[in-house]
C-alpha cells in the first residue's frame, strides 16, 4: 500500500508527542487507532506508536479512544439482549508473576453459582497458557461463531468470545496480535471490546498505578459495576492479574450510585490461607494447565489453587450481588466445588459451545482421564 508523505508525517508527529510524554485526547487516541486497524500506516509506524504509548504509560481517555475504535470496526456485535447482570472477568496479561488461568477456573466456579459470564479472552501472548490455549485443550470449541458463545451464556451462564479469532474481531486484531509479542495498550482496550458488552467485571490488571486508570476507562466506556485488581506476591515486589492468594491484592471498585472506593486486602482478610508462589506458579505448557484445572474444578488436587480460585470467584459473586461480601463469595464457592457442581457446569459447557463434529467432548473425557476423574466426567457427559 502506498503511503503519503503526509500521512507519514502526521501520524510520526503524534508518535513524537508521546515520546515526548505529551498526552492524546480520546479522539485523538481513536484516530489513530483508526489507521492502526485500517492498515494505513506501514508496520514501522504501527509498532513504534504502540510501543511509544505503553512507554509513556495510558491515560483512561487514550485507552478507551483505542477501545472505540476496535467496537467500531473490528468487533461482532451481539444483537440480542441477554438478561444483566453479565459479568467479565479476563485479565490483561503482561503480569510478571504467571500463575494458572484462575480467571477461567474461577469463572465456571461463578456460572454453577448462578453468574452471568460473557468472558473475553485469547490466546497466551505474553504467557504460555492464555485463556483461548486453556479451554481449547479441555474441549470449548474457540473458534466458533458468536451466536453459539450467546446461545452458551443463555442456557449455562457462560460463554467464551475468542479475542484472536477472525469470528469475532474480523478485520484487523488477528492482524496485529499475530506481530507482536509485548504487552501493548491492546492488551486492555482489546479485552475489553467485547461483543456483548458486559454490565459488571472483575478485571484484573498487570500493574498497581494500572487500577485506577482501568476503572476510569470503564467507567468511561459505560460499566455499572466493576472491581479491577493487582494482586502482589508476599514481598510485594511482583504483581499479578488476579487477586493474590500469596500476598495483598489492591482494589478499586465503583457502583452504579457513582461511589468509588480504592482499599488493600489480604487473603486471610476473606478466610484464605496465604500460598507460596510455587503452588500456583503456571506450568509453561497448556496440556498440563489443561490437566491441573480438571483437578481444581473437581477438588481432587492442588488445594492451594482451589483457594486461588475461590478468592477470585468470591469477588465475581460479590460484585454481581449474589453474595454479600467477598469473604461469603469465597464460603460459596468452595462448596460448589467441593460438591461436584463446577466440574458439572464445566462438562454442560462444554456440551453446548463445543464444534459439531463432537470432538471438544472427547478432549474433555482425554483430559479428564489423565486428571484421574475419566469416569467421573464420563457420567456427566
Known amino acids: 500500500m502506498p503511503w503519503s508523505d503526509r500521512s507519514l508525517k502526521d501520524f ?6 508521546l515520546i515526548s510524554k505529551e498526552e492524546l485526547s480520546r479522539e485523538e487516541s481513536y484516530a489513530m487507532f483508526r489507521q492502526i486497524l485500517l492498515n494505513e500506516q506501514p508496520d514501522l509506524q504501527q ?43 479476563s485479565g490483561t496479561g503482561m503480569d510478571q508473576l504467571k500463575t494458572f488461568n484462575v480467571s477461567t477456573a474461577a469463572s465456571v466456579v461463578a456460572a454453577a453459582g448462578g453468574a452471568r459470564l460473557a468472558r473475553h479472552g485469547a490466546r497466551g501472548l505474553t504467557s504460555a497458557c ?44 488477528g492482524r496485529i496480535l499475530s506481530q507482536i509479542r509485548f504487552g501493548s495498550t491492546l492488551n486492555i482496550a482489546a479485552s475489553l471490546a467485547s461483543p456483548c458488552r458486559p454490565t459488571h467485571a472483575l478485571r484484573g490488571v498487570y500493574a498497581g498505578d494500572m487500577v485506577p486508570i482501568v476503572g476510569k476507562v470503564m467507567k468511561e466506556i459505560g460499566y455499572e459495576r466493576a472491581m479491577i485488581v493487582h494482586g502482589f506476591d508476599s514481598e510485594r515486589e511482583k504483581g499479578m492479574d488476579e487477586l493474590s492468594s500469596i500476598g495483598e491484592t489492591l482494589v478499586h471498585e465503583f ?29 509453561g505448557d497448556a496440556r498440563k494447565e489443561a490437566v491441573r484445572f ?12 482451589i483457594d486461588m480460585t475461590c478468592l477470585n470467584a468470591g469477588a ?6 449474589k453474595a454479600g461480601s467477598i469473604r461469603q463469595g469465597v464460603e460459596m464457592s468452595r462448596e460448589i466445588i467441593e460438591n461436584g457442581e463446577a466440574l458439572s457446569k464445566l ?10 463434529s463432537k470432538q471438544g467432548i472427547q478432549r474433555l473425557l482425554g483430559t479428564a482421564a489423565e486428571a484421574g476423574i475419566g469416569a467421573k466426567v464420563a457420567a456427566l457427559v
Open 316 to 321: 465475581i459473586f460479590y460484585v454481581v450481588g
Open 47 to 89: 509498532g513504534a506508536f504502540l510501543a511509544a504509548l505503553v512507554s509513556k504509560g495510558e491515560t483512561h481517555l487514550e485507552i478507551a479512544g483505542a477501545w472505540q475504535a476496535i467496537v467500531e470496526l473490528d468487533t461482532i456485535k451481539v444483537m440480542e439482549p441477554i438478561e444483566p447482570p453479565v459479568i467479565e472477568n
Open 12 to 17: 510520526g508527529a503524534q508518535i513524537q508527542r
Open 130 to 173: 492464555g485463556t483461548v490455549d486453556l479451554l481449547d485443550a479441555i474441549g470449548i470449541d474457540v473458534d466458533c461463531e458468536v451466536a453459539t458463545v450467546v446461545e452458551s451464556i443463555k442456557r449455562e451462564g457462560i460463554g467464551l468470545f475468542n479475542g484472536t479469532s477472525p469470528k469475532v474481531h474480523p478485520q484487523s486484531l
Open 294 to 305: 480438571m483437578k481444581i474444578i473437581s477438588a481432587t488436587g492442588h488445594p492451594e489453587c
Open 347 to 356: 462438562t454442560r459447557w462444554v456440551s453446548v459451545q463445543a464444534d459439531p
Open 255 to 283: 457502583f452504579p450510585d457513582g461511589k468509588e472506593t480504592t482499599f488493600t486486602i489480604a487473603p486471610e482478610d476473606v478466610g484464605i490461607r496465604r500460598a507460596k508462589y510455587q503452588a500456583v506458579a503456571a506450568l
